[in-house]
């Protein structure tokens, strides 16, 4: 629906490119939009020669879904193109699909964790290869301004004085890896960067955000399946990702625009707070829809059948009545509390065994340590007494009188 880049553009050197945010509810299909963005503009022959490297950065617990993704709708070009790095891959593998990458482009799918920590350790190096590059070439100068000086010197004279200089080629392997891993992701980076769950860079300033700002291309895409209106300070931070310096500073958009929202949707806000809440919303829309493409689930609504929900309220049995009068003879206070409360008896709800195996697996864990003290000389009581807990007392039902009934009981 809205066009962010034109191919003429694409061939206009001096045209930096332009990013976007796709904030589309749950279900409706980012990850198959990016995968058929990402194949069209690899392989048109109109744009190919500008996006040979593409960088996928995503929560860890989607890398592989997104890998699923590529395979399913790509299987051939995605067993060639794609690859991902995450905490599994070896630290020896690495470095080598850094390298492949780096020569060969395709697409590169990284956690927000991995990608923070080896551009963070690649910041360390780089660093200090620069200060040792300023100083060899600081050395270099005033060698050679000495030479300079020198009246009568012959030029193999001046060569035995010369300073050595600052060379790539005697880094050692792992600042060359440094460099590698920087000029892939960084400086100049991916030829387009997509982040998936944009919103979890939170602040400008965040860990997260703060080397995903760095990256040199402009060509980047921020998905998102969160509401504006949830966090705008996280908004904040995603607009200035895809358009850097496009709004106000944090400080400065949260007193003109978060303020006065937030403010206005107060149950108690005045009149006036309301309308200016109306009209800052207002600004703000405006300003960042140009590029921001927002899609709710209400457009399936007429593609998928009618949603009915029921409450099924079900008579507990005579076993989990005698596992919950347990929890509450044996219970402290601060377990009896509601959200304690709810923990614990979670299990015996779901069904009497689970609550049995449950108090089982945490009795055998307590004997355990028990047995490890006392080989170590130290805990237990001296009567030789054990301390009485909610997990003994479930224990205790099951392995007493009410053992046949909850060892055989039926789902209620």
């Known amino acids: 629906e809205q066009t962010v880049e034109t191919v003429e553009q694409l061939k206009d050197a001096d045209y930096p490119g332009v990013g976007c945010i796709l904030a589309h509810a749950m279900g409706l ?15 048109h022959p109109s744009v190919k020669e500008h996006f040979q490297r593409v960088v996928i950065v995503s929560p860890k617990n989607v890398v592989v879904n997104w890998m699923n993704e590529f395979r399913k709708w790509l299987p051939v070009w995605s067993s060639n193109c794609v690859k991902q790095m995450h905490a599994e891959v070896k630290d ?5 699909i850094f390298r492949h990458f780096r020569k060969h482009g395709g697409v590169m799918i990284i956690t927000y964790d991995m990608y923070h920590r080896l551009l963070n350790t ?3 190096k780089v660093e200090k290869l620069k200060k040792q590059k300023a100083e060899m070439d600081a050395k270099a100068d005033q060698a050679a301004a000495l030479q300079m000086a020198m009246v009568g010197a012959s030029e193999s004279n001046k060569r035995k004085h010369d300073a050595p200089r600052f060379k790539l080629s005697e880094l050692s392997p792992a600042e060359n890896d440094s460099l590698v891993v920087r000029y892939t992701l960084q400086d100049p980076g991916p030829d387009l ?51 850097p310096d496009y709004l106000a500073a944090p400080d400065k958009f949260k007193q003109l625009i978060v303020d006065p929202i937030t403010e206005g949707l107060d149950a108690d806000s005045s009149p006036y707070q309301v309308s200016l809440m109306r009209k800052r919303a207002h600004v703000l829309h405006k300003l960042i829809d140009p590029f921001v493409d927002r899609k709710t689930d209400a457009i399936l609504k007429p593609y998928l059948p009618t949603k009915h929900e029921w409450t099924i309220f079900v008579k507990q049995s005579e076993a989990q009545r005698a596992l ?4 509450y003879d044996h219970a402290s206070e601060g377990q009896k509390a509601a959200v304690a409360a709810v923990t614990i008896l979670t299990p015996v709800w779901n069904h009497p065994k689970a609550a049995l195996i449950s108090a089982t697996d945490k009795d055998k864990k307590k004997k355990a340590v028990g047995s490890a003290k006392g080989r170590n000389g130290g805990g237990g009581s001296r009567d030789g007494s054990r301390a009485t807990s909610p997990a003994a007392g479930l224990a ?16 209620p």
């Open 193 to 243: 960067i997509v982040l998936d769950e944009a919103h979890q860079m939170k602040k400008a300033k965040s860990a997260k955000a703060e080397y995903l700002m760095k990256v040199k291309t402009l060509r980047r895409i921020a998905l998102t399946g969160t509401p504006m209106q949830n966090n705008l300070m996280e908004y904040h931070t995603m607009v200035s990702f895809v358009r």
């Open 324 to 327: 919950m009068k347990s929890f």
């Open 29 to 43: 299909g980012k990850t198959l939009q990016v995968v058929a963005l990402v194949h069209t503009l690899m392989t």
């Open 396 to 411: 205790g039902v099951g392995a007493g009188g009410s053992a046949g009934t909850v060892g055989g009981a039926r789902p």
């Open 122 to 124: 690649a910041a360390t």
């Open 92 to 96: 020896s593998e690495r470095i080598q």
